[in-house]
């Protein structure tokens, strides 16, 4: 007898085989179980999961001479020619090449014929998302009410291409990727039956490289096989399939987790020079950065990561990276895979992922660079070791404070942190904006401020440089008063949106951080809202003494032109 290859000899034979589909053999093994067959079925999901196998013990299950039977005997003539795809009641269509719509008519003209000898005419229509619009077009009535002998079954693995018109004539099945661990375990049986010793790790090896694809497992057990040896190791599989070995991986990580660029570059280099492609190698980078972040966030990663043994117990720096620093390694690594996919220069660009992860700086919590920077150190171990603390400096928001309130924004940027026993040095008149000696506290104890509704301006450009939308809203509001710590501001275009939209509580915390940061203390905004019909105050006479008010730039009938200027803070070149 010829060889058969593994994925075709251990194909399933009925719903029970099937491996890792349990929520659909449950609901079609029901099915069958209690009559209610449908006349259509649309199966979608990766390659290798089983999908054009279930359809194929569906078609045994209805025309089984023992049934019709969730478990078809397998032993009948019907069942034994569904098997070998030679029943004439079974047919089963290429959807890549019979997608025409000649093709489609053929199919509309041959199911009116009643089966030869099972109960269904059952068509498997492969790959249908490569049918075209006017073949799909040709079958919707008969897919929609075909004859009672016959039942459509869809399957594809690219779903966003079947038109909607036929998916919902249809009850669709998603097929799900097999796990790791379902894989290793089918692997294991298949080695058993065919007398093969597998060393430990050889098919976790296996699996991962299958992605989910049991027929991909079964494909690559079967290269392994054929090399002739009745044992194999991991070795095996990394010489034979050409898999980069996971020292590659760890070499790389550690060298990136003690920002070594150059140790990163050496063993990156080497697995390229031992002729790893390099998609391989940036494919392997990413899972490994994955398993990385999953033993270090995971409450249980034994559950999750099929290769875990090889990182359980090991003393790698990579192990002690933070998971903040883990994502952003990973969305490096997952850019550069989709670059290096589509590049002549693959190599380069996966060089250059390796560059960019080893000099990315260590994420560090804002209370560590709060307590660094006010108790004049560096910034202190855990994940953010090896930040600088010009780069800690360059992360804060600019204009507003990450200490509290109470600081404003200069060319140099204070932090401070309270303690109980002594405040901190800080140089209150740059981290205020108001000189000490212009402060002073009131009777209860309340700051009193020197500068009163003239800083309104001030307020309103920081607001301007945050949020330049909320400060179009604020275009016709004048500072009415300032008095210990409290600014009230009369707004005169108060329609009910612009009212709903500066007292909301988002906004309201802006706006008065903003005032906070001019000022350089705490500050209640109050606002007050005109009323309807009202006019804005149109001489200096009219508004509070002090406000600053500027010149319109452009004529006063060019209304929206002006507030277009005092949003962005624009000047007018030229005018036709």
Same mark, same amino acid.
């Given at each position: 007898?010829?060889?058969?290859?593994?994925?075709?000899?251990?194909?399933?034979?009925?719903?029970?085989?099937?491996?890792?589909?349990?929520?659909?053999?449950?609901?079609?093994?029901?099915? =069958?179980?209690?009559?209610?067959?449908?006349?259509?079925?649309?199966?979608?999901?990766?390659?290798?999961?089983?999908?054009?196998?279930?359809?194929?013990?569906?078609?045994?299950?209805?025309?089984?001479?023992?049934?019709?039977?969730?478990?078809?005997?397998?032993?009948?003539?019907?069942?034994?020619?569904?098997?070998?795809?030679?029943?004439?009641?079974?047919?089963?269509?290429?959807?890549?090449?019979?997608?025409?719509?000649?093709?489609?008519?053929?199919?509309?003209?041959? =199911?009116?014929?009643?089966?030869?000898?099972?109960?269904?005419? =059952?068509?498997?229509?492969?790959?249908?998302?490569?049918?075209?619009?006017?073949?799909?077009?040709?079958?919707?009535?008969?897919?929609?009410?075909?004859?009672?002998?016959?039942?459509?079954?869809?399957?594809?693995?690219?779903?966003?291409?079947?038109?909607?018109?036929?998916?919902?004539?249809?009850?669709?099945?998603?097929?799900?990727?097999?796990?790791?661990?379902?894989?290793?375990?089918?692997?294991?049986?298949?080695?058993?039956?065919?007398?093969?010793?597998?060393?430990?790790?050889?098919?976790?090896?296996?699996?991962?490289?299958?992605?989910?694809?049991?027929?991909?497992?079964?494909?690559?057990?079967?290269?392994?096989?054929?090399?002739?040896?009745?044992?194999?190791?991991?070795?095996?599989?990394?010489?034979?399939?050409?898999?980069?070995?996971?020292?590659?991986?760890?070499?790389?990580?550690?060298?990136?987790?003690?920002?070594?660029?150059?140790?990163?570059?050496?063993?990156?280099?080497?697995?390229?020079?031992?002729?790893?492609?390099?998609?391989?190698?940036?494919?392997?980078?990413?899972?490994?950065?994955?398993?990385?972040?999953?033993?270090?966030?995971?409450?249980?990663?034994?559950?999750?990561?099929?290769?875990?043994?090889?990182?359980?117990?090991?003393?790698?720096?990579?192990?002690?990276?933070?998971?903040?620093?883990?994502?952003?390694?990973?969305?490096?690594?997952?850019?550069?895979?989709?670059?290096?996919?589509?590049?002549?220069?693959?190599?380069?660009? =996966?060089?250059?992922?390796?560059?960019?992860?080893?000099?990315?700086?260590?994420?560090?919590?804002?209370?560590?660079?709060?307590?660094?920077?006010?108790?004049?150190?560096?910034?202190?171990?855990?994940?953010?070791?090896?930040?600088?603390?010009?780069?800690?400096?360059?992360?804060?928001?600019?204009?507003?404070?990450?200490?509290?309130?109470?600081?404003?924004?200069?060319?140099?940027?204070?932090?401070?942190?309270?303690?109980?026993?002594?405040?901190?040095?800080?140089?209150?008149?740059?981290?205020?904006?108001?000189?000490?000696?212009?402060?002073?506290?009131?009777?209860?104890?309340?700051?009193?401020?020197?500068?009163?509704?003239?800083?309104?301006?001030?307020?309103?450009?920081?607001?301007?440089?945050?949020?330049?939308?909320?400060?179009?809203?604020?275009?016709?509001?004048?500072?009415?008063?300032?008095?210990?710590?409290?600014?009230?501001?009369?707004?005169?275009?108060?329609?009910?949106?612009?009212?709903?939209?500066?007292?909301?509580?988002?906004?309201?915390?802006?706006?008065?951080?903003?005032?906070?940061?001019?000022?350089?203390?705490?500050?209640?905004?109050?606002?007050?809202?005109?009323?309807?019909?009202?006019?804005?105050?149109?001489?200096?006479?009219?508004?509070?003494?002090?406000?600053?008010?500027?010149?319109?730039?452009?004529?006063a009938d060019d209304s929206m032109l002006n507030k277009v200027i005092e949003i962005f803070d624009g000047d007018i070149v030229k005018r036709s």
């Open positions: 007898m010829s060889y058969v290859v593994l994925a075709r000899k251990w194909r399933p034979e009925t719903f029970s085989d099937v491996v890792g589909q349990k929520h659909v053999v449950g609901t079609l093994s029901a099915a =069958v179980r209690s009559g209610r067959i449908s006349h259509a079925y649309l199966f979608s999901g990766p390659r290798g999961v089983g999908k054009t196998t279930v359809a194929r013990i569906l078609a045994k299950a209805l025309n089984c001479e023992e049934g019709p039977s969730e478990n078809p005997c397998g032993k009948c003539v019907s069942c034994r020619e569904i098997a070998k795809g030679k029943s004439l009641d079974v047919i089963e269509i290429d959807g890549a090449s019979n997608r025409k719509i000649e093709d489609a008519r053929s199919i509309r003209e041959t =199911v009116q014929y009643a089966p030869l000898a099972g109960r269904k005419k =059952v068509y498997i229509i492969d790959e249908a998302h490569m049918l075209t619009r006017e073949a799909f077009n040709a079958l919707l009535k008969t897919l929609e009410e075909p004859p009672e002998h016959v039942v459509f079954i869809l399957a594809t693995t690219e779903f966003g291409k079947i038109p909607e018109t036929i998916s919902s004539r249809c009850q669709h099945f998603d097929f799900h990727r097999i796990s790791q661990a379902e894989l290793e375990s089918r692997l294991l049986e298949i080695a058993t039956a065919e007398d093969l010793e597998v060393a430990d790790g050889t098919l976790g090896l296996l699996a991962a490289r299958a992605d989910g694809s049991m027929r991909d497992a079964e494909s690559l057990l079967d290269q392994l096989m054929s090399v002739g040896k009745t044992a194999i190791t991991p070795d095996d599989v990394v010489s034979i399939l050409g898999i980069p070995d996971i020292e590659v991986f760890f070499g790389i990580s550690d060298a990136v987790a003690d920002h070594d660029a150059g140790a990163a570059l050496e063993a990156l280099t080497g697995a390229l020079e031992a002729g790893f492609d390099p998609r391989d190698l940036i494919d392997g980078l990413v899972e490994h950065l994955g398993n990385l972040l999953l033993a270090t966030a995971a409450h249980d990663p034994s559950k999750l990561v099929g290769r875990f043994a090889e990182y359980r117990g090991r003393d790698s720096a990579s192990l002690h990276l933070h998971a903040d620093d883990l994502v952003r390694l990973l969305k490096i690594g997952i850019e550069s895979q989709s670059a290096v996919k589509w590049s002549s220069q693959s190599a380069l660009l =996966v060089e250059l992922a390796v560059i960019r992860m080893a000099r990315l700086d260590r994420t560090v919590s804002i209370d560590e660079v709060v307590r660094s920077i006010a108790g004049g150190g560096g910034v202190g171990s855990g994940g953010g070791g090896a930040l600088k603390k010009s780069s800690a400096s360059r992360s804060l928001p600019n204009n507003t404070s990450l200490a509290g309130r109470g600081q404003r924004s200069s060319s140099r940027t204070q932090v401070t942190s309270p303690q109980p026993e002594r405040a901190p040095d800080v140089d209150l008149e740059h981290a205020s904006g108001t000189p000490l000696s212009e402060k002073a506290c009131g009777s209860d104890g309340m700051v009193e401020y020197a500068g009163g509704v003239e800083m309104w301006p001030d307020v309103l450009a920081a607001i301007r440089r945050e949020k330049p939308a909320l400060a179009a809203f604020l275009n016709e509001a004048d500072a009415a008063e300032f008095s210990r710590g409290e600014l009230a501001v009369t707004v005169h275009n108060g329609s009910r949106f612009h009212r709903d939209q500066l007292e909301d509580r988002m906004n309201m915390k802006l706006m008065e951080g903003m005032a906070e940061s001019v000022y350089g203390g705490p500050v209640k905004l109050r606002l007050r809202f005109a009323p309807a019909g009202s006019s804005r105050p149109g001489s200096a006479g009219d508004r509070p003494s002090g406000a600053r008010q500027s010149e319109p730039r452009v004529e």
